[in-house]
């Protein structure tokens, strides 16, 4: 019997390829990362003492690293048991829990049939092709090379050109034997009752060959060359062969080029907006992007994505249409995570394009928006603080109330439950508190560098809680009134350098807003520079001074300054040139981050070794105390705020 390739899809996707392999073999507990769906086992192929047996349930794939045997679901039953192939669909169906399909005449028809759409959806790609290279597709080469698409580029992606014709492309099929209801049903024709004679679909538009994830043809997108044109991209119609809201473009070469190569991990998939990006960033070296097909991303091609990448990275422009679709998706993505699965996002400079992005300042500018991609917890933050004023209990109550209806929405319980332990701790550093909830006993030094702070990289201004109105409580902090309390002296060193050298903050707005500072008071004093950046665009140290003393905060810069002059922190002091000054804080900054990622480490490792007392967890925490150690006594060597040798340029 030939199965529909629609229906094994189907249960090999309900049926994690694990549950399939592990009713005979055993996996390794210290390999193995089933959270996200990671195993090891010793090979049931051949006899090994060590696991080198790989199944990956993302991929549905396994593969022996040792003997070199490598299959699905179907093919592990009727290699390792002997079933036949009818037996082993069987036996996943049973598990997934889907009948087996009747055998179907007509079925078996609409499954010819459809082979044949393929073969005339191939002849029209090869058309597109030829006149693309034609004396008529000379205005469609031009465009492509200015945008810069070489011509083994153009090839390896089958770009063609559809001829300002109405029926070009029509005649062309028919003299190849297409019938008129083939050719209709791959919807390159334009037809229906109102229109006595079809007409091609495409016209006078640069095509984009639509694969699906087994490297067949089953749509095309069409790029207008005309300045008038009514849409500027069009692509086809929904047909048997092509639902737009469950394909992604490039999704093939995207899945092949993100899986691990020799001695290089696996790269997360990166999803733009368009055609044009995704293969301006393959010829760049990115061949790991994907483009939904003209709307916004839907469930089918989030489960696509987490099918390829774990955690894929979703690149959208820096406007406002940009902001709303990173949005969206949050709202999509919410309540479908899983152990293992979500989201990064990352945002262009405003008026960028990937594709403009490369061209003009090279694929390691791309690189760098990548390298600063947030987690989705960040983008929910930002996206509920950004634009809010929370100075009054009842704000912060109804912010409170908002985030938590937000992550209620999580299906996954294990996910939802570490989404509201977050944004606990969020909230409470959002607001200053130095109290820890009864419900929440963390030791409070563990949290002296904790979760990001979730400020947005939304450039001035985008610093929701710059607006907080913080004056009465600076006014009445305990740095002002006891020394007892003071804040850790490189924390007070980046600050007073900041405050002293407010263009240093233009530097790299990005990473100043996302800085995280354990100390109430610097919490907030912090949060009033920003805000005086934002309404004020101040423009060096004295107008600093008088923004923050004009709201209240001029006993906490006094205490703040005699802290930086006992310590002979000079660099620090308004006296200190400028690029002294930029050095020392890049140091100070590098160190400040790398004590917050291993307080962050510790706390994993310390939950994992109370979780599973193993001896790999064990070396684990005792690695990454030793590692605070040597980070403490560098810090203590250059007095928590050195210059480094040699300069690094702008930014941190």
């Not at 002997?82 to 009948?99: C, H, K, N, T």
């Not at 010829?283 to 994907?290: D, E, I």
């Not at 990548?370 to 109804?398: C, H, I, K, Q, Y």
Request: proline residues 5%; hydrophobic residues 40%.
């Amino acid at each position: 019997m030939r199965f529909p390739p629609s229906f094994l899809d189907e249960i090999r996707e309900r049926v994690p390829i694990s549950s399939v392999i592990g009713t005979r073999v055993s996996f390794d507990r210290k390999k193995t990362n089933a959270p996200k769906g990671d195993f090891w086992a010793c090979c049931p192929f051949h006899g090994e003492k060590s696991p080198s047996f790989h199944c990956e349930d993302r991929k549905g794939r396994y593969h022996c690293f040792g003997c070199g045997v490598t299959g699905d679901h179907f093919r592990f039953l009727t290699e390792l048991e002997g079933l036949s192939f009818p037996e082993a669909v069987q036996r996943v169906a049973d598990m997934a829990g889907i009948p087996m399909p009747a055998r179907d005449a007509e079925m078996e028809i609409r499954e010819a049939k459809r082979a044949t759409l393929y073969d005339v959806m191939e002849m029209a790609t090869k058309f597109f092709e030829e006149q693309l290279q034609a004396a008529g597709g000379a205005k469609a080469r031009a465009y492509l090379r200015e945008r810069g698409l070489s011509a083994a580029t153009q090839h390896s992606y089958r770009l063609g050109y559809a001829p300002e014709s109405r029926n070009a492309l029509k005649e062309h099929l028919a003299s190849k034997n297409a019938t008129k209801e083939q050719i209709e049903a791959c919807g390159l024709v334009v037809y229906g009752d109102d229109k006595p004679v079809s007409f091609d679909r495409f016209r006078d538009r640069i095509m984009f060959p639509i694969e699906d994830l087994r490297g067949r043809i089953i749509a095309f997108g069409g790029r207008a060359l005309a300045p008038n044109a009514i849409a500027k991209y069009m692509n086809s119609n929904e047909t048997e062969l092509f639902h737009k809201g469950k394909i992604l473009f490039n999704a093939l070469r995207a899945r092949k080029a993100a899986q691990p190569q020799a001695g290089q991990p696996a790269k997360a998939v990166i999803a733009v907006e368009g055609y044009m990006d995704v293969i301006a960033l393959a010829q760049a070296g990115f061949t790991q992007a994907v483009a939904p097909l003209g709307t916004a991303l839907t469930e089918d091609q989030l489960d696509l994505l987490w099918r390829m990448s774990p955690e894929p990275i979703l690149c959208f422009d820096g406007d406002n249409a940009g902001i709303k679709a990173a949005h969206r998706a949050i709202d999509l993505a919410l309540p479908v995570l899983k152990p293992g699965f979500s989201l990064r996002f990352a945002v262009l400079p405003e008026g960028k394009d990937p594709d403009d992005l490369v061209k003009n300042s090279g694929p390691q500018a791309f690189q760098a928006v990548l390298d600063d991609a947030r987690p989705l917890a960040d983008m929910l933050w930002t996206r509920e603080t950004a634009s809010g004023v929370f100075d009054t209990p009842e704000r912060r109550a109804e912010l409170e109330a908002r985030l938590k209806q937000m992550t209620a929405l999580i299906g996954d319980e294990n996910v939802r439950r570490h989404y509201a332990q977050d944004v606990r701790e969020r909230i409470q550093q959002f607001f200053g508190s130095n109290q820890r909830s009864n419900n929440n006993p963390r030791n409070n030094n563990q949290n002296s560098f904790g979760q990001q702070n979730g400020y947005g990289q939304r450039g001035r201004g985008g610093a929701a809680n710059g607006r907080f109105a913080v004056s009465d409580s600076l006014a009445r902090s305990v740095l002002v009134k006891t020394t007892s309390a003071a804040p850790p002296l490189r924390e007070t060193a980046i600050l007073m350098t900041l405050f002293n050298h407010p263009r240093l903050i233009e530097e790299d707005f990005e990473t100043v807003v996302r800085l995280e500072f354990s100390h109430p008071d610097l919490k907030r004093f912090h949060a009033a520079m920003l805000n005086a950046m934002a309404e004020h665009h101040v423009a060096n140290g004295t107008e600093m001074r008088k923004a923050m003393v004009d709201t209240n905060h001029g006993a906490l810069i006094e205490a703040l300054e005699a802290l930086t002059r006992r310590a002979r922190m000079w660099t620090a002091t308004a006296e200190a040139a400028e690029e002294d000054a930029l050095e020392a804080l890049k140091q100070a900054i590098h160190l400040h981050q790398r004590a917050s990622t291993l307080h962050k480490e510790l706390k994993v490792a310390e939950t994992a070794l109370a979780s599973e007392a193993t001896d790999e967890n064990l070396n684990r925490l005792l690695d990454i105390q030793n590692d605070i150690r040597n980070a403490q006594a560098t810090e203590a060597l250059i007095e928590g705020f050195g210059i480094p040798s040699g300069r690094s340029g702008k930014g941190f």
